[in-house]
């Protein structure tokens, strides 16, 4: 990529890219797919919200059929099929067992080559899940609506421990292995669980990877914030032997598989829960410091992701689905497990990474395992594409769909993607949603609407987006006008709330255009995606990026307050500010600048202090591209850092008019600091 690509801002990007040419779906795709009734957006449209949803409710199995489609006496707190109970565990396990007991849930691909994928049938995930729920219940106490906190890696033990919990009727909140033991332990305690979950040590890039040394941290940060944990279950990548050096803490760390030796056999009854009782918190990055826990809930959530997962994703039951996510994503939750459960299918699940032992890895195991539908984010194809671009074509595998998701992706990558790795016969959809959404908000549904790269395409049925400008003028739609995207209507994947913390959710999500806080209506209280957005004629919308101080690193959101107060922790910074810098590979990625107490001399010392904070505060995701040591900020003249200029000056932009700062001289001095003379 040239210099100058790497100059365009979000906002610029779409006055850059021009209007691109439509791709349809092939006839053989259109053929077999599961929706191919264009009518689906009439059922969908407002005037039948919100009835409309039945029809993903009536995927599942419950044990009370619900009343009242959407009870909104509580706004915004939405609640979904309200008088209905149901198991989770029940509707991707159980319910498939009399058909399909024989048939891979998982398949697990572990990353070292020399250890072959293993099937995961209905049957074996029943009875693991069984076994573990057991273990769960009457060892460590589990009971509905406790929070169980799971910081594992992608193995197959990650979703049992899942669905045991759900099995339960209790809460899991899964931290991203990636994430430091810090990170970890703030999660712990936000949630209040006292029942840890980790596995000793898994494979990433060749390497097995310490991981339990994580769950003594987040213990420490927990109990410092005065969350006691009781139990740490620790799950080993090689039963029976133990791959971690860190030491099992008496009395609190257990082996599971030698607590297991106690539950082979055991059943538990699923518990059936109220529709609107959590299924599980998913921690994401806000505009301030803390992670908020979103709220998903049991019934809305899981009829929607099955609902999305059949006429979005495509799935059908002999379908290979392979989704390259983390399950400890909110994408891996509604795309590798529960849609995909729910609906009876296959769904691979891959330890490693894709460019591990080279970068034709993802399509050995396309071909090794007949998968034909493809999920991914453009940041791994940006990276597949750059390391392999012409390794799709030395294997045999035939998708018949892609998916990409987390970002905007640039045309000429969207391109590759589907010459390329889909030979042009795979239907592209392009997913736009949030971890805050459940599931999909805009896409094209893969038989009825042409592919437009760079587009996410119009909104999935029951989702009535708009967009409105700073004033809360609607923009007129298909303008090509840019504003804040907002969903007007409520939706079953919606999360309820953040986890204790009401008046948080109400602020961030629904104040800005709520037309009468006192309403009960949901027409008055529009959803705030934070995505800028501008919809074509055609109706398409194409996303520009947050507008919060929000950075998307390869499709994942850190919040810059996080990774600035985690500079603060080195003794020597004074003030600290992160900005997002464009990155080939990655999107974005942070760039920090610190300044230092005074009486400290910058250095490199200092630097890899930064970075060390931040790697152990939050994890190596979050590292930066750049720690400059800057003699001041930029500041206005009631001493607001101008986080604005830093990013122009990072991104070789123009910084604009800085006459009115109060220190005016110090932009030149930084931008000659960072891009020379
Ligand atoms: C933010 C949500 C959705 C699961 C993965 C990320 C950006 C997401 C797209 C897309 C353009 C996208 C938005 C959104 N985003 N998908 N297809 N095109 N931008 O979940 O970490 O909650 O991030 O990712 O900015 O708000 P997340």
Same mark, same amino acid.
């Given at each position: 990529?040239?210099?100058?690509?790497?100059?365009?801002?979000?906002?610029?990007?779409?006055?850059?890219?021009?209007?691109?040419?439509? /791709?349809?779906?092939? =006839?053989?795709?259109?053929?077999?797919?599961?929706?191919? *009734?264009?009518?689906?957006?009439?059922?969908?449209?407002?005037?039948?919200?919100?009835?409309?949803?039945?029809?993903?409710? #009536?995927?599942?199995?419950?044990?009370?059929?619900?009343?009242?489609?959407? *009870?909104?006496?509580?706004?915004?707190?939405?609640?979904? /099929?309200?008088?209905?109970?149901?198991?989770?565990?029940?509707?991707?396990?159980?319910?498939?067992?009399?058909?399909?007991?024989?048939?891979?849930?998982?398949?697990?691909?572990?990353?070292?080559?020399?250890?072959?994928?293993?099937?995961?049938?209905?049957?074996?995930?029943?009875?693991?899940?069984?076994? /573990?729920?057991?273990?769960?219940?009457? /060892?460590?106490?589990?009971?509905?609506?406790?929070?169980?906190?799971?910081?594992?890696?992608?193995?197959?033990?990650?979703?049992?421990?899942?669905?045991?919990?759900?099995?339960?009727?209790?809460?899991?909140?899964?931290?991203?292995?990636?994430?430091?033991?810090?990170?970890?332990?703030?999660?712990?305690?936000?949630?209040?669980?006292?029942?840890?979950?980790?596995?000793?040590?898994?494979?990433?890039?060749?390497?097995?990877?310490?991981?339990?040394?994580?769950?003594?941290?987040?213990?420490?940060?927990?109990?410092?914030?005065?969350?006691?944990?009781?139990?740490?279950?620790?799950?080993?990548?090689?039963?029976?032997?133990?791959?971690?050096? &860190?030491?099992?803490?008496?009395?609190?760390?257990?082996?599971?598989?030698?607590?297991?030796?106690?539950?082979?056999?055991?059943?538990?009854?699923?518990?059936?829960?109220?529709?609107?009782?959590?299924?599980?918190?998913?921690?994401?990055?806000?505009?301030?410091?803390?992670?908020?826990?979103?709220?998903?809930? &049991?019934?809305?959530?899981?009829?929607?992701?099955?609902?999305?997962?059949?006429?979005?994703?495509?799935?059908?039951?002999?379908?290979?689905?392979?989704?390259?996510? $983390?399950?400890?994503?909110?994408?891996?939750?509604?795309?590798?497990?529960?849609?995909?459960?729910?609906?009876?299918?296959?769904?691979?699940?891959?330890?490693?990474?894709?460019?591990?032992? #080279?970068?034709?890895?993802?399509?050995?195991?396309?071909?090794?395992?007949?998968?034909?539908?493809?999920?991914? @984010?453009? =940041?791994?194809?940006?990276?597949?594409?750059?390391?392999?671009? *012409?390794?799709?074509?030395?294997?045999?595998?035939?998708?018949?769909?892609?998916? =990409?998701?987390?970002?905007?992706?640039?045309?000429?990558?969207?391109?590759?993607?589907?010459?390329?790795?889909?030979?042009?016969?795979?239907?592209?959809?392009?997913?736009?949603?949030?971890?805050?959404?459940?599931?999909?908000?805009?896409?094209?549904?893969?038989?009825?609407?042409?592919?437009?790269?760079?587009?996410?395409?119009?909104?999935?049925?029951?989702?009535?987006?708009?967009?409105?400008?700073?004033?809360?003028?609607?923009?007129?739609?298909?303008?090509?006008? @840019?504003?804040?995207?907002?969903?007007?209507?409520?939706?079953?994947?919606?999360?309820?709330?953040?986890?204790?913390?009401? *008046?948080?959710?109400?602020?961030?999500?629904?104040?800005?255009?709520?037309?009468?806080?006192?309403?009960? $209506?949901?027409?008055?209280?529009?959803?705030?995606?934070?995505?800028?957005?501008?919809?074509?004629?055609?109706?398409?919308?194409?996303?520009?990026?947050?507008?919060?101080?929000?950075?998307?690193?390869?499709?994942?959101?850190?919040?810059?307050?996080?990774?600035?107060?985690?500079?603060?922790?080195?003794?020597?910074?004074?003030?600290?500010?992160?900005?997002?810098?464009?990155?080939?590979?990655?999107?974005?990625?942070?760039?920090?600048?610190?300044?230092?107490?005074?009486?400290?001399?910058?250095?490199?010392?200092?630097? &890899?202090?930064?970075?060390?904070?931040?790697?152990?505060?939050?994890?190596?995701?979050?590292?930066?591209?750049?720690?400059?040591?800057?003699?001041?900020?930029?500041? &206005?003249?009631?001493?607001?850092?101008?986080?604005?200029?830093?990013?122009?000056?990072?991104?070789?932009?123009?910084?604009? $008019?800085?006459?009115?700062?109060?220190?005016?001289?110090?932009? #030149?001095?930084?931008?000659?600091?960072?891009?020379?003379?």
């Amino acid at each position: 990529m040239s210099e100058k690509n790497l100059e365009v801002s979000e906002a610029q990007i779409a006055v850059h890219w021009q209007e691109e040419e439509y /791709f349809p779906p092939s =006839t053989e795709f259109i053929a077999q797919a599961n929706m191919a *009734d264009a009518g689906v957006f009439d059922r969908f449209s407002l005037d039948n919200f919100p009835n409309c949803f039945k029809e993903y409710a #009536d995927l599942l199995d419950w044990d009370e059929y619900w009343h009242t489609t959407l *009870d909104t006496s509580d706004a915004p707190c939405w609640k979904w /099929f309200v008088g209905g109970k149901l198991n989770v565990s029940y509707n991707c396990i159980d319910r498939h067992l009399e058909k399909n007991q024989n048939k891979a849930a998982f398949i697990y691909v572990p990353e070292p080559v020399e250890e072959p994928p293993v099937a995961i049938t209905y049957r074996d995930l029943y009875n693991r899940v069984n076994e /573990f729920a057991a273990l769960l219940r009457d /060892f460590c106490g589990v009971k509905q609506g406790d929070r169980v906190t799971i910081h594992m890696p992608m193995v197959p033990e990650l979703p049992i421990t899942m669905l045991a919990c759900a099995r339960l009727g209790a809460i899991h909140s899964v931290v991203f292995g990636g994430f430091s033991g810090k990170a970890s332990g703030e999660r712990v305690s936000d949630s209040g669980s006292n029942v840890l979950v980790v596995m000793d040590a898994y494979y990433r890039g060749g390497k097995l990877l310490e991981h339990k040394d994580k769950a003594d941290q987040a213990v420490k940060v927990a109990t410092d914030d005065g969350q006691e944990v009781d139990k740490v279950l620790v799950w080993q990548r090689y039963p029976g032997k133990y791959s971690a050096e &860190t030491p099992m803490v008496e009395g609190r760390d257990y082996f599971v598989n030698d607590l297991l030796k106690d539950y082979t056999g055991k059943r538990v009854d699923p518990v059936p829960v109220p529709a609107e009782d959590p299924l599980f918190l998913m921690y994401t990055s806000g505009t301030t410091g803390r992670p908020k826990g979103c709220q998903h809930s &049991t019934g809305g959530y899981l009829a929607y992701a099955a609902g999305t997962s059949k006429y979005v994703q495509d799935i059908h039951p002999e379908d290979v689905y392979w989704c390259m996510a $983390d399950i400890g994503w909110i994408t891996g939750h509604s795309y590798i497990v529960y849609g995909p459960l729910a609906l009876g299918a296959s769904s691979v699940l891959f330890e490693g990474v894709p460019t591990f032992p #080279d970068a034709g890895r993802a399509w050995q195991i396309a071909e090794q395992l007949n998968v034909n539908i493809f999920h991914t @984010a453009p =940041t791994t194809i940006r990276m597949l594409r750059k390391a392999g671009p *012409d390794e799709p074509a030395k294997y045999n595998y035939k998708f018949k769909h892609m998916t =990409t998701v987390g970002e905007p992706i640039e045309p000429a990558v969207w391109r590759w993607y589907y010459d390329v790795v889909g030979r042009g016969e795979a239907a592209i959809v392009d997913t736009w949603w949030q971890t805050e959404t459940g599931g999909f908000l805009c896409s094209t549904l893969p038989a009825l609407s042409p592919m437009k790269p760079g587009s996410a395409g119009p909104a999935v049925p029951g989702i009535h987006p708009i967009i409105y400008d700073e004033d809360g003028n609607e923009v007129t739609p298909g303008s090509n006008i @840019a504003g804040n995207i907002c969903i007007q209507n409520p939706w079953p994947g919606a999360f309820q709330t953040i986890w204790g913390d009401r *008046d948080r959710y109400v602020k961030q999500y629904y104040e800005r255009y709520c037309a009468n806080p006192e309403s009960k $209506d949901w027409r008055d209280w529009p959803y705030l995606t934070g995505d800028a957005a501008m919809q074509a004629p055609d109706g398409y919308f194409r996303i520009l990026g947050r507008i919060d101080d929000v950075i998307n690193v390869s499709g994942h959101r850190l919040g810059t307050k996080e990774i600035e107060s985690a500079c603060l922790i080195v003794n020597e910074v004074a003030e600290a500010s992160v900005v997002p810098v464009n990155d080939e590979l990655k999107g974005k990625v942070p760039d920090v600048y610190v300044s230092l107490k005074p009486g400290f001399d910058s250095g490199k010392e200092i630097q &890899t202090k930064v970075i060390a904070a931040i790697d152990d505060s939050i994890g190596k995701i979050a590292r930066p591209k750049n720690v400059y040591i800057v003699p001041d900020m930029p500041k &206005t003249r009631s001493g607001k850092i101008m986080r604005r200029v830093l990013a122009a000056i990072s991104n070789n932009q123009d910084v604009g $008019d800085v006459t009115t700062l109060a220190n005016p001289e110090i932009v #030149d001095e930084v931008r000659k600091l960072v891009q020379g003379e």
